[in-house]
């Protein structure tokens, strides 16, 4: 089966200016994540959806942070403006349970976007 | 306390080795429990789930330690491309799953 796809790969930005990253989970997968990785940091969750709700967004900063899942299958994360500090790996990873299912089959991720502000 | 908790390491260890790392938990209610596995510049992936009575894998074994909320991943014989980062996750039910990586443990296999 396709993994999860997510583009662009690299992005360089310069603070203050607006970013977008682009999630397709796994066909079928009705929950879809982002994650945050700093250099040297587990993955920190942005955003949960199931379907096409928000299921908890309890640590996204909603400042400057937005994410959306039209249509439950794709997702956009959206940084305006971005900061120093949002240097990371973006990571969307999707899960064949829904939310509510005490599961054990674990969640796969796509490769990531690094993003870079200077 | 924080949520998940992993010794960062690195862990340096001869070829053939046998290394073990631990996770703790603060959520006695957590449910779930996964081991991944994360390459440099790398996506994680999935290494191991971990089952109520344990469970192996090749050279893998997990455990998990309700009663002292940690969960441990043995690996034997260690092999130059286990080198990685393990990232201990833990789900916790309620309304919905919510997922919680640790920071990772960092294993070096050394020749």
């Known amino acids: 089966e396709a993994g999860v796809a997510q583009s662009p790969r690299y992005k360089i930005i310069e603070k203050r200016q607006s970013v977008a990253f682009w999630c397709n989970p796994i066909?079928?997968?009705?929950?879809l994540y982002w994650y945050q990785q700093i250099l040297g940091q587990g993955p920190k969750l942005l955003i949960q959806?199931?379907?096409?709700?928000?299921?908890?967004d309890s640590q996204l900063p909603k400042d400057r942070f937005s994410a959306e899942r039209l249509k439950g299958v794709d997702s956009t994360l959206k940084i305006q403006p971005a900061k120093l500090e949002d240097s990371a790996v973006y990571l969307c990873?999707?899960?064949?349970?829904?939310?509510?299912?005490?599961?054990?089959?674990?969640?796969?991720f796509g490769s990531g976007t690094r993003l870079t502000v200077v | 306390r924080k949520e998940v908790e992993q010794d960062p390491g690195p862990f340096n260890v001869p070829e053939g080795a046998t290394v073990a790392f631990n996770c703790t938990y603060s959520?006695?209610?957590?449910?779930?429990f996964f081991w991944y596995r994360q390459d440099c510049r790398k996506e994680p992936k999935l290494l191991m789930s971990?089952?109520?009575s344990g469970n192996e894998d090749g050279r893998f074994t997990a455990q998990l330690n309700r009663a002292s909320q940690y969960i441990s991943l043995l690996i034997r014989d260690s092999k130059l491309s286990d080198s990685a980062t393990y990232l201990c996750?833990?789900?916790?039910?309620?309304?919905?799953?919510?997922?919680?990586f640790g920071t990772g443990t960092k294993l070096q296999v050394i020749p």
């Open positions: 996750v833990v789900a916790s039910p309620g309304g919905y799953q919510k997922v919680t």
């Open positions: 971990v089952y109520s």
């Open positions: 959520n006695s209610a957590s449910q779930s």
């Open positions: 990873a999707s899960s064949l349970h829904k939310s509510r299912q005490i599961t054990n089959y674990g969640y796969t």
């Open positions: 066909s079928g997968h009705a929950t």
């Open positions: 959806f199931q379907n096409n709700g928000v299921v908890d």
